[in-house]
């Protein structure tokens, strides 16, 4: 197969949801989907307290942070889809919003009771950063949830992107009946039971068919003939275009724990969704068809076992073909490098891949001279742009249990922060270090990092800090004025950047309007 032929047929996606919307079943119904596993129940770990391999630190195992499912490559109806996982309860991170950089397309996974909620508000702004076409799936229909149309118009008011209903349910909780599929004009019929297998379903051909009304009951065909009539005034039609653009999202209704409408969205991610893109580096834009192999960085997991320092570095590929024993340079470093056991992950296993293509994901094993951001090429001297930092959400002091170990700490969190494990702020007013997170454990896995590679034992204390934002200014003269009167409440990064520390929310949006030369910005390029 050409490499044109191969790139056209990847789809790679990552689902955004707050959590408990059904992330974790979606997961495991695609795998069933893409005849992964024959059962479902069987893929996590982190539930059933099963693992793949035994030498992870404790923290590790408990809190089911695994390499094995960061990234689960199926096929299905002849294309290959590539999932990456995107980390939402405890391990929440910056590698969540990261992931997000290195996919073509997005689900969303909304609950049906709960509508829109925080966490997607703020995965979806990230999306759109680069414009990423997201699909959407209502979830929990076998619930007693909120009426659709009111769900459509929250999503679309709240996150701002038009709704485009693909199915329409009929019924909900103990008397959902099934899905209508607007563009194919036919009801799929629902039946319980069937949560782990691939179900039969029964379809029924037009909304006038008189089958439908005795299959659902005539009140049901009734009250759905009426409210498509409404749905039809009150949302979009699809168009392939404004979903290409990230301005209309397509919507599919369904239960992922009953395994229905999980198939109908996968197949609309087959068709519609984007083969991979061309994409900005810094001297120009590359094509992912592109003989040559090129990609980049923007997740690195460290193996928490202190006996096997062995950390995976996530590189997405934006052209060409991965072939064992590829020689690629490292842009940052010009250090060539022969990569002979490149990870893939099928079926969630960790396999060494022999082949891999524009669109996949690989993991490179490395011991820490690689850092995020980092962009391979087969020799040209090009970095990809758009993988940024985000401004941390989370903040707490430093605090030394041995003081004479300062030097070591410096050391360990800039590293860190390169490798994007963390953030860490150097306050001008005074020798305080504040580190920065977005989720909680990432405080957990540096303090035992700190331990464990730098010798350093410390703890942490509140700071009063409650968001950051990289500064910026037009010229140079602006910034030293700024500089001088928000002195107090600056800082710089691990990477030396000016940033303004918060105490409130209040004080940011006061300094920003008191300062409007300066930028504020939520996110810097790495
Ligand atoms: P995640 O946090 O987004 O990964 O969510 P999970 O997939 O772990 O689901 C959270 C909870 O919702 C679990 O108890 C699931 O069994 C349940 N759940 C997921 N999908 C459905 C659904 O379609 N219907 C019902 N009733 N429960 C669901």
Partial sequence: MSLQDQVAKRRTFAIISHPDAGKTTITEKLLLYGNLIQSAGTVKGKKSGKHATSDWMEMEKERGISVTTSVMQFPYKGATVNLLDTPGHADFSEDTYRTLTAVDSALMVIDAAKGVEERTVKLMEVCRLRDTPILTF?????????????????????????????????????????????????????????????????????????ELDEAVGAAYAEELRDTLELVQGASHEFDLERFLAGKLTPVFFGTALGNFGVDHMLDGLVEWAPAPQPRDATSRTVAADEPKMTGFVFKIQANMDPKHRDRVAFMRICSGKYQ??????????????????????????????????????????????????????????????????????????????????????????????????????????????????????????????????????????????????????????????FERKAHDNLARDGAGHLTYLAPTRVNLQLAEERHPDILFRETREI
Avoid at 155 to 184: H, Q
Avoid at 457 to 474: F, G, I, L, N
Wanted: charged share 25%.
């Fill in 138 to 210: 209502i979830n929990k229909l076998d619930r007693d949830v909120r009426d659709g149309i009111e769900v459509l118009d929250e999503i679309e008011d709240v996150l701002n992107i038009e709704c485009a209903p693909i199915t329409w349910p009929i019924g909900m909780g103990k008397s959902f009946k099934g899905v209508y599929n607007l563009l194919r004009d036919t009801t799929v019929l629902y039946k319980t039971g069937q949560g782990h297998t691939v179900q039969d379903v029964r379809e029924i051909q037009g909304l006038n068919n008189p």
């Fill in 324 to 481: 064992k024993g590829i020689k690629l340079k490292q842009v940052r470093t010009g250090k060539d490098v022969r990569i002979a056991d490149a990870l893939t992950f099928l079926a969630g296993e960790r396999d060494n891949v022999e082949e891999a293509f524009s669109g996949d994901i690989i993991g490179l094993h490395n011991h820490g001279t690689i850092q995020i951001g980092d962009t391979f090429t087969e020799g040209e001297d090009l970095n990809f742009t758009g993988i940024p930092h985000f401004a941390p959400e989370l903040f707490q002091r430093v605090v030394l249990n041995d003081p004479l170990k300062s030097k070591q700490l410096h050391k360990g969190l800039t590293q860190l922060a390169e490798e994007g494990a963390t953030q860490v702020f150097f306050p001008l007013r005074n020798n305080d270090v504040i580190l920065g997170a977005v989720g909680t454990l990432q405080f957990d896995v540096v303090a035992a990092r700190l331990k464990g590679e730098y010798g350093v034992d410390c703890r942490y204390e509140p700071v009063s800090v409650a968001t950051a934002r990289w500064v910026e200014a037009e010229n140079e003269r602006e910034m030293a004025a």
